[in-house]
């Protein structure tokens, strides 16, 4: 199904921030879909590799936020049909050989029409980058992949990776609550990823980074609500000069209140359950930092 899915869905989209398909075949004994070749392969293999992360300055990390956010304005309003990807993550960020961003895998993606605020679904994506009302509730809006996109923004930004639950790991401090307790302190700058900023780093790059900071956490808020829609978001990146609002508290999990049924959980993160199983028990709570 996500096969026919995949297909049913980019068949019909394109974009320049999105991977191009260029065709398929499902008449043998595996179903194939063929896409355009990237010669830079994917961002998490740049900004998660200790030597590959170095190419990586601010201006070609903002080129791929900017390129992402711009993919997903085209998805979350296009005319013809309403799409929420649902796994937005660094792997699914495709490159280009001008390291252009495009977003790729749309197996998980789900599309509705206008007239619904949101739909009821089975819970399928990766852990660390699921927005919360979609982990406890299953209600699926575009605000969920803003929540994501404001995970990706913190790890291109940091050059770390969100901590993910899986069978093989115990829970740890994810990026989110990590870079938070920095915000709320104004200490920041001690996580953001030196190789984009030891070089030639002047003020008005150090502010649009903190500022890409700031949006990201507006993304990652704990009311969906009060996550911009996309299509603000990138308006806030492009206007630097613009004042955003300063975001409240992102969601927060209480370890000893957390429950997981981690057989459902892959070793690459990825959760898939049907609507009707319980997934997870999750208590938010407000952080104060000493």
């Known amino acids: 199904m996500d ?20 065709g398929c075949c499902c008449s043998g004994p595996e179903s194939l879909l063929v896409y355009e070749y990237l010669p830079n392969k994917s961002l998490d293999q740049f900004i998660f590799d200790h030597e590959k992360r170095k190419e990586m300055n601010w201006e070609r990390r ?3 936020i900017t390129g992402t956010a711009q993919g997903l304005v085209y998805l979350h309003e296009n005319p013809k049909v309403r799409i929420i990807h649902r796994d937005i993550k660094a792997s699914n960020i495709l490159l280009d050989w001008k390291l252009q961003a495009k977003i790729a895998d749309f197996g998980l993606v789900r599309s509705f029409t206008e007239d619904k605020s949101h739909i009821s679904t089975a819970i399928v994506g990766t852990l660390g980058y699921m927005a919360p009302e ?10 969920a992949d803003v929540y994501s996109f404001g995970v990706l923004l913190l790890e291109i930004i940091t050059g770390r990776q969100n901590g993910m639950i899986t069978k093989t790991s115990e829970y740890s401090e994810s990026l989110l609550t990590l870079a938070w307790k920095h915000y709320q302190i104004g200490t920041m700058e001690d996580i953001i990823d030196s190789n984009m900023t030891s070089n030639n780093c002047t003020n008005s790059m150090r502010r649009q980074v903190l500022r890409t900071a700031q949006i990201a956490f507006l993304c990652t808020q704990e009311n969906a609500l009060l996550r ?43 959760l898939c359950n049907s609507s009707s199983s319980s997934v997870a028990t999750m208590s938010y709570s407000s952080f104060c930092p000493r």
């Not at 979609?134 to 605000?143: D, I, N, R, S």
């Open 3 to 22: 096969f026919i899915n995949e297909v049913n869905i980019i068949s019909i989209v394109e974009h320049k921030n999105l991977v191009r398909l260029l």
């Open 62 to 64: 903002f080129k791929i």
């Open 134 to 143: 979609y982990v406890a509730h299953g209600q699926l809006t575009e605000k």
């Open 228 to 270: 911009p829609s996309m299509s603000r978001a990138l308006q806030m990146l492009m206007r630097g000069d613009e004042e955003i609002p300063k975001p409240t508290n992102p969601p927060f999990i209480d370890e000893d209140m957390m429950e997981l049924n981690l057989c459902l959980v892959d070793s690459n993160g990825l």
